[in-house]
């Protein structure tokens, strides 16, 4: 611009001045582009795309893509000779294409005046209907609309021809392409996956230079808004929501930005952020129950989903080196104003907890840490003071105090109240006093209101623990127990101890922490599942003989809420069994920890008053200095016995005693704990930390900064809370009534992750649209779950078969489900829950006896407990060697079963010299009592006959075994069915449902296990390989692997395939899956009785007889039959067997049909034998006929047996 002299500026400089700030805007434009284009998540994307493209060369080199690449290329040699030969028929092939085309035409004009014939058709019906509607004449246009329909028909016919004509030109050209055709799907077929791979390749690193040049392009600064390779990530997760500002808005994660890897599988070893996600099977995969389009990342890890940089996203470090190398790698903060920081990955689970409020005890075997701290919450009675609005567990987890005087003795009742793991190590029962905000030499208060003396913990907490003593006597007046009708003897009562199920639940477990010596006595450890009930070691210093036997007998009579089941006892039995507590030959129930002992402590006058003043503060100085110089006839308080009532009852309620025991007149009081069913959404600040923090950065040599992280995260408050609960009370000025109550549980370290992720996953949802909502299998799965779990059915009973994982020659690890057979020179086999333990006292011992011992070539005998295809069906033996070993899983559940077989087959024991042995049970040469009152000796005896004879039975298929509503009868009033049993099913005190959820929880298990059985079992009967079956079927090698694991996934995608492969082989070697909401009895129904004795009206006394007959199966030599005994009463209790008569409503038909056929492929080691050898005939002189038919006959007698109302076929 000319500078012409009537500017205010000088333009030179004005031009110079605006070249510069062009310069400066230019170079900012340009620093702008070139920091978007290197922004972090780009460069990680750039680097998973190096990653990937080397991962997909090298997968080119695998074997088997060489393998089909190699025979591709001999495939493609064929369709060259296709494509040859077709050429030499090229004259051939275009006459018949004309032929095709010439069909077409012809087709085309058929079609278009059948498509006019129809339109002209429904316009002249439509006419007339009209017509007819409006002038009331029904018979108007008959003829024209019957002309009009016969040339639609005639249009429509000659389309047909057309389309046939068409079709079979068609197909002779086809045939003509045939061999070309042929060659190339199978080529296509051999090389899918290399093809595959190569695509890939193509696209990751293209050959053709325009593709290079536009990949260059396209991520190009400032060009990069095309089509980019390198772009944001998103998923937009319509179901799940997001608290903003008193809204919600719609959830939305960008993690998979840099995350690149996180749903493909085979990055485990990749380096973050381009490893896979664990479980894929579970997480994020299009297939999983939890895919990443549906649930993104942050609803379970939380963290800022919206932010691509790794400081916004509030990663979180797990350790403090971390923190050191994030700090220094990423310039790492915790984000100041985010109220959501992401989980430490060990408490990742608690995001279950949101969708998964209805099925916990569903997803236990996938979130196990979670699922612990669920039952922890229950086990511990957290609920009853915390409320937590959904869950489902209500009752008072301690017994009644009502009836309290009548078992207890005031002096226990303080001791224990002051110092509960003092007597009890083991017990759930917090410590409410003498904790560290009232430690013994602090000082509590001035009396006085400031003008009396110091009051110290010690005399604090001593007069409390006895104001609360006198409050539970008088408010409870004893309620006195019939006295012991009859007198016990406590050997006898050592027996009835150990077989009546009093172990499955309890422990007699030596204090201290040292494992129980393995091959020693069971009892004697805690297993987890005896540890439902309390350890009874010491017991008889706590109880009284009266009080002791009416709980033996009737538990609910005390406490109409309790656990503990009836175990219908007689007088006798529960007699015997309290004179063996009480007398103690074994001296176990008087054993005390050190320093135990049992007295009250001093109260104090002055303290009371004192604390009667804070704790009655409303009332006024006035009043409570009249009721303290007993001016108050109402409120004598200047005497001791009054005023410990006054103030025990505030201490019942101020601790609130009440919310986990029945306590008079306090049965409707709400819970004084924080409500927790969203704590966890309450932002940080909102929680008190007091000085714990300073105190920590004292400790732990922290500054400020450290200090704030700690206070930044609701875990870190919650783990501190549950390792000392009255911390946060530390270097603060508090009256009485205003320090913390939270008791001490003594929780390990392991609990307190599990109760703190837990907790941290009570959050407000946001998931209301996307939460699981069980159907009904997992709704009855779910209940029975909890049902069992709560009742402790797995202290009787196996639920779970164990587990052995071992490597075959090639180093393949295969897991199968078994048992390990006793090794050589031992009489039982090994306990696979301490296999490490037993092995190594086993290798020690084999060496001292043979120094060439070679413990990796020892031979280990397998019993297989579930078909496994690659190695044999039930009940089949395997032997590995001891080095291909690589782990042992326990079976879940019936360590009673362990106790009573010991007691048969182990009945002496060492004396105290350790020279000579004695006998244990009542019979001096160690023979064990049997139901008809005589004495055996069982110890030479085979463990599988005594174990499956006199121990609780395994609950494996039991399911597929109990007809629904028998089982559920059962529960609420069982019955014995083994007569030989001391060990009997008790009667539990079901809450509402219970009985049934159990019931509808075997039946439904069964159902959803059938697809993985029939699987396992198809291939065992096929003797294919994974591969060779899975190549018959149709489908990849890996999703029939899946079913026949019970993945559920693949069962609901491509188990029909299985099964129709199997019908129409002609597979019938599982009974049909169960039905939980339909269950009849075939075999009694009238149709099919009327048919049978149509046939043969004899029919159900012949195949009695084969049931009866002593030269035939000979059934009744080991059953009962209503009511009367084996054998003609002849047969000895280890030979008895359940009764027949109540198969039918027992027993499902399908089940007693396979367990017939071989019972040893049900349950292995049975005691009943295979009557029906379908390899040879038997019986035929009873029964003519082949094995299949004498088990149909006998089925059919079976359950119409003892039947009044059979058709007489008239």
């Not at 990653?51 to 060369?57: F, I, M």
């Not at 009835?496 to 499955?504: I, N, Q, S, V």
């Not at 298990?1005 to 291939?1019: H, I, M, Q, S, T």
């Not at 899946?1042 to 099964?1059: D, T, Y």
Request: hydrophobic share 35%.
């Amino acid at each position: 611009m000319a500078d012409r002299g009537d500017t205010h500026y000088h333009i030179k400089h004005l031009n110079l001045w605006f070249a510069l700030s062009s310069l400066l805007l230019l170079a900012t434009s340009v620093w702008m582009v070139l920091d978007d284009a290197s922004r972090p998540w780009k460069g990680h994307q750039r680097e998973f795309r190096a990653l990937d493209l080397e991962r997909t060369r090298a997968s080119l080199e695998s074997a088997a893509l060489k393998e089909q690449a190699s025979r591709g290329a001999a495939l493609q040699g064929d369709v060259q000779k296709a494509a040859v030969a077709l050429d030499a028929r090229q004259s051939d092939i275009a006459a018949q294409q004309e032929v095709v085309r010439v069909a077409k035409g012809e087709y085309f004009v058929k079609e278009t005046a059948s498509k006019f014939a129809k339109a002209e058709y429904d316009w002249q019906r439509y006419l007339v209907d009209e017509h007819r509607l409006k002038h009331n004449d029904p018979a108007y246009g008959e003829e024209a609309l019957g002309k009009v329909y016969a040339t639609m028909q005639e249009a429509a016919f000659e389309k047909e021809q057309s389309a046939r004509k068409l079709a079979l030109a068609e197909a002779d050209l086809a045939k003509l392409k045939a061999p070309l055709t042929e060659a190339e799907r199978a080529l296509k077929t051999a090389t899918k996956d290399v093809e595959l791979v190569r695509s890939k390749l193509e696209k990751l690193d293209p050959s053709a230079k325009p593709a290079q040049i536009a990949n260059v392009v396209r991520d190009f600064p400032g060009l990069d808004f095309i089509g980019p390779n390198l772009k944001v990530q998103k998923v937009a997760l319509d179901n799940l929501t997001f608290e903003l500002n008193f809204t919600k808005k719609k959830r939305i994660d960008m993690c998979q930005s840099c995350h690149m890897g996180i749903d493909r599988a085979g990055l485990d070893d990749a380096a973050q952020p381009y490893t896979s996600h664990p479980r894929l099977d579970l997480f994020l995969t299009a297939k999983s129950s939890h895919p990443l389009s549906k649930v993104g990342c942050t609803i379970c890890h939380r963290g800022c989903g919206e932010a691509l940089d790794f400081v916004r996203v509030d990663h979180r470090p797990l350790t403090d080196k971390q923190q050191e190398e994030w700090e220094a790698e990423h310039h790492w903060h915790k984000q100041h104003h985010w109220d959501y920081p992401m989980l430490p990955s060990g408490m990742a689970e608690a995001g279950c907890v949101q969708c998964h409020k209805d099925s916990m005890e569903l997803i236990a075997p996938d979130a196990p840490r979670v699922s612990k701290g669920y039952q922890l919450f229950e086990e511990y009675g957290c609920y009853a003071c915390h409320k937590v609005e959904w869950f489902p567990t209500t009752r008072k987890p301690g017994p009644s105090l009502k009836n309290l005087m009548a078992k207890l003795t005031p002096e226990f009742i303080a001791s224990w109240i002051a110092h509960p793991k003092a007597f009890r190590p083991t017990t759930r029962m917090p410590q409410i006093f003498n904790l560290e905000n009232f430690a013994d030499e602090e000082v509590v208060v001035k009396s006085k209101y400031g003008e009396g003396r110091e009051l110290k913990g010690r005399e604090w907490n001593d007069s409390a623990v006895a104001a609360v003593t006198t409050f539970l006597q008088v408010r409870h007046p004893v309620q006195k127990v019939a006295p012991m009708p009859l007198e016990g003897d406590a050997v006898r009562g050592r027996e009835a101890f150990r077989l009546a199920g009093c172990l499955g639940c309890h422990n007699t477990a030596p204090y201290g922490t040292e494992p129980a010596p393995i091959g020693g006595d069971m009892t004697h450890e805690r297993t987890g599942e005896n540890e439902m009930g309390p350890n009874l070691r010491g017991v008889a210093t706590k109880l009284n003989a009266d009080w002791l036997y009416a709980w033996v007998k009737d538990p609910a009579q005390y406490w109409p809420d309790t656990r503990m089941p009836n175990l219908r006892l007689s007088d006798q039995t529960a007699a015997d069994i309290t004179a063996y507590l009480m007398q103690d030959p074994d001296q176990i129930f008087h054993d005390v920890p050190q320093g135990w002992k049992t007295e009250l402590p001093p109260a104090s006058l002055e303290v009371l008053q004192e604390q009667a003043r804070w704790f009655f503060l409303r009332d006024g100085r006035a009043t409570l200095e009249a009721r303290f110089e007993g001016k108050d006839d109402k409120h004598r308080w200047d005497r001791l016995g009054d005023l410990q009532v006054a103030v025990g009852e505030k201490y019942v309620t101020h601790q609130g005693c009440y919310s986990c025991h029945e306590v008079a007149g306090m049965e409707t009081m709400m819970p004084i704990g924080a409500e927790l069913t969203a704590w966890a959404t309450k932002t940080v600040d909102k929680l008190d930390f007091g000085f714990m923090p300073d105190i920590l950065a004292q400790t732990h040599g922290w500054d400020e900064h450290d200090v704030e992280l700690y206070k930044s995260y609701h875990s870190n408050f919650l783990t501190q809370k549950l390792h000392a609960p009255r911390s946060y009370d530390r270097k603060k000025i508090k009256n009485p009534t205003e320090k913390l109550r939270m008791p001490y549980f003594g929780f390990s370290e392991e609990q307190i992750q599990a109760l703190t992720t837990f907790v941290v996953g009570l959050v407000e949802d946001e998931v209301q649209r996307a939460k699981m909502l069980p159907n009904a299998s997992q709704k009855a799965r779910d209940a029975g779950l909890r049902a069992v779990r709560q009742n402790n059915c797995a202290a009787c009973h196996v639920l779970e078969p164990g587990l052995v994982t071992f490597k075959d020659e090639n180093g393949v690890a295969h897991t199968v489900g078994a048992e390990i057979r006793k090794l050589e020179g031992e009489k039982l086999p090994p306990r696979m829950d301490r296999w490490s333990e037993h092995w190594a006292d086993y290798v020690a011992y084999m060496k001292s006896e043979d120094e060439e011992f070679d413990a990796d070539a020892a031979e280990l005998s397998l019993r297989l407990l579930r078909p496994e295809p690659d190695f044999g069906d039930i009940g089949d033996t395997i032997a590995i060697q001891a080095k291909d070993l690589l782990e042992v899983r326990a079976p879940v559940g019936g360590d009673l079963v362990r106790v009573v077989t010991d007691w048969y087959l182990k009945p002496l024991v060492a004396d105290e010299s350790g020279e000579n042995e004695v006998s244990r049970t009542p019979d001096p040469d160690g023979g064990v009592g049997d139901v008809d009152g005589v004495f055996r000796k069982y110890s030479e005896e085979e463990l599988d006959k005594v174990r499956w004879t006199f121990a609780p039975p395994v609950l494996l298929g039991e399911g597929d075994k109990l007809q629904r509503d028998w089982f559920y009868a059962f529960l609420n009033d069982p019955i014995t069915l083994r007569q030989q049993l001391r060990v009997r099913m008790p009667s539990f005190h079901y809450d509402a449902g219970e009985a049934g959820a159990i019931a509808d929880y075997f039946a439904y298990e069964a159902e959803r296990d059938w697809p993985a059985y029939y699987a396992r079992k198809l291939r065992l009967a096929r003797k294919l390989s994974l591969d060779e079956l899975a190549g018959a079927i149709g489908i990849p090698s890996a999703t029939l692997a899946s079913i026949e694991n019970g993945g559920r996934a693949e069962i609901q995608a491509s188990f029909a395939k299985v099964k129709a492969w199997g019908d129409a082989q002609g597979f019938d070697g599982v009974a049909p899956a169960v039905d939980p909401r339909y269950e009849r009895v075939v075999r009694r129904s009238p149709a099919h009785v009327s048919a049978l004795l149509a046939a043969d009206p004899k029919q159900l006394a012949r195949a009695e007889k084969l049931a009866r007959d002593a030269s035939g199966p000979y059934c009744v030599q080991c059953h009962y039959l209503n009511g009367q005994g084996p054998g003609g009463g002849s047969a000895l209790p280890i030979q008895w067997a359940p009764d027949l008569k109540n198969t039918h409503e027992r027993l499902r038909e399908d089940w007693v049909h396979t367990w017939i056929q071989n019972p040893g492929k049900v349950y292995p080691g049975t005691s009943m034998p295979v009557n029906f050898p379908a390899d040879k005939e038997s019986h035929q002189a009873l029964y003519p006929g082949k094995a299949e038919v004498q088990i149909q006959a006998l089925l059919d007698w079976l359950y119409n047996l003892g039947r009044q109302d059979l058709p007489t076929g008239n």
